[in-house]
């Protein structure tokens, strides 16, 4: 299996609905597998303008005006939505795509961008994701005809007709974080894809045997889970246009090659072959200047015809 590249956005520092298709187009015509972006309404540094775009009102757009990329959030914050609209929204942007669409979910981190928007945000909230999860999945996974109900701790549903369906049999999920047990065990339990975000380079190997660990006590197989990571990309064709490239996106050279997937052509080869060999199955570069197509077409013209 060659190692999966895909394009991972963050929209909330300043973009448009059009920057952000200029973007994903590129992706698809690029032969790129997907576009994902974050979900998040304040900006972590700078004014963020022209301002936060919601993220499943953009990919129902990016649904139309794209064909053949896959599309996603990496990931969709629990407090932001009920689990019930969320699963509507999802399964539409699937419908519309013709089956594009996956689903990263995780708790939420960023009081700030709750307070700003007025957006609860308790301070425990992994019970919510838990029961998120098996609301959404559930909902899903009801035959056409049947009800869905459930009860928990913090959501109530009766009787929904569970509608509508999505187009694929199962709308790939996606789980990340660090936690060293109750994570694990989630992952195992829901999702498709497990992800790393912007690791330490040296723990993504011992965290991907930790997540193997739980699919086996949970009765799975390793290669029923897609290990993936999230870095951030910043690739030259020489030492000149990869200094440009860091400097553009605020990172010092060394620190963004010692953190990311940075550096000149080679370098980052051997970055994603190292990957590789560790265990990580798919890669998704984090790439934060939307304006510099070009470094997409250096990834997909020098970089991915490398990798086997």
Same mark, same amino acid.
């Given at each position: %299996?060659?190692?999966?590249?895909?394009?991972?956005?963050?929209?909330?520092?300043?973009?448009?609905?059009?920057?952000?298709?200029?973007?994903?187009?590129?992706?698809?015509?690029?032969?790129?597998?997907?576009?994902?972006?974050?979900?998040?309404?304040?900006? %972590?540094?700078?004014?963020?303008?022209?301002?936060?775009?919601?993220?499943?009102?953009? &990919?129902?757009?990016?649904?139309?005006?794209?064909?053949?990329?896959?599309?996603?959030?990496?990931?969709?914050?629990?407090?932001?939505?009920?689990?019930?609209? &969320?699963?509507?929204?999802?399964?539409?942007?699937?419908? %519309?795509? +013709?089956?594009?669409?996956?689903?990263?979910?995780?708790?939420?981190?960023?009081?700030?961008?709750?307070?700003?928007? +007025?957006?609860?945000?308790?301070?425990?909230?992994?019970?919510?994701?838990?029961?998120? &999860?098996?609301?959404?999945?559930?909902?899903?996974?009801?035959?056409?005809?049947?009800?869905?109900?459930?009860?928990?701790?913090?959501?109530?549903?009766?009787?929904?007709?569970?509608?509508?369906?999505?187009?694929?049999?199962?709308?790939?999920?996606?789980?990340?974080?660090?936690?060293?047990?109750?994570?694990?065990?989630?992952?195992?339990?829901?999702?498709?894809?497990?992800?790393?975000?912007?690791?330490?380079?040296?723990?993504?190997?011992?965290?991907?045997?930790?997540?193997?660990?739980?699919?086996?006590?949970?009765?799975?197989?390793?290669?029923? %889970?897609?290990?993936?990571?999230? &870095?951030?990309?910043?690739?030259?064709?020489?030492?000149?246009?990869?200094?440009?490239?860091?400097?553009?996106? +605020?990172?010092?050279?060394?620190?963004?090659?010692?953190?990311?997937?940075?550096?000149?052509?080679?370098?980052?080869?051997?970055?994603?072959?190292?990957?590789?060999?560790?265990?990580?199955?798919?890669?998704?570069?984090?790439?934060?200047?939307?304006?510099?197509?070009?470094?997409?077409?250096?990834?997909?013209?020098?970089?991915?015809?490398?990798?086997?």
């Amino acid at each position: %299996m060659t190692l999966d590249l895909r394009i991972f956005t963050e929209p909330q520092q300043g973009a448009t609905y059009d920057d952000q298709l200029a973007v994903a187009q590129a992706t698809e015509r690029l032969g790129f597998s997907a576009f994902f972006r974050s979900d998040h309404y304040l900006a %972590m540094s700078g004014d963020g303008l022209p301002g936060p775009t919601d993220a499943w009102t953009t &990919l129902a757009g990016l649904a139309r005006d794209t064909s053949t990329v896959r599309l996603g959030t990496l990931v969709s914050s629990a407090t932001f939505r009920h689990p019930g609209v &969320l699963a509507i929204q999802v399964a539409q942007v699937d419908q %519309m795509s +013709g089956g594009r669409a996956e689903l990263g979910l995780g708790t939420g981190w960023f009081a700030r961008e709750h307070s700003a928007y +007025g957006i609860p945000f308790p301070d425990k909230r992994f019970g919510i994701l838990e029961e998120q &999860l098996a609301i959404i999945t559930g909902l899903w996974g009801t035959t056409v005809g049947e009800k869905f109900s459930f009860s928990g701790e913090h959501y109530q549903l009766t009787d929904s007709p569970a509608l509508p369906k999505p187009i694929q049999p199962k709308i790939p999920v996606l789980i990340g974080g660090g936690g060293p047990r109750r994570t694990p065990a989630l992952a195992a339990k829901y999702a498709d894809e497990y992800n790393q975000s912007f690791p330490e380079i040296d723990a993504i190997g011992p965290r991907i045997e930790v997540i193997n660990k739980a699919l086996a006590d949970a009765g799975r197989a390793p290669e029923s %889970m897609v290990q993936s990571v999230a &870095l951030v990309v910043a690739v030259g064709q020489d030492e000149a246009e990869f200094a440009r490239r860091a400097a553009a996106i +605020g990172r010092e050279p060394a620190e963004v090659r010692e953190h990311g997937i940075a550096g000149t052509v080679a370098e980052v080869v051997d970055r994603l072959k190292a990957l590789e060999a560790d265990g990580v199955q798919r890669v998704y570069l984090q790439v934060l200047d939307l304006a510099d197509l070009d470094h997409l077409d250096v990834i997909a013209r020098e970089v991915r015809p490398q990798l086997g």
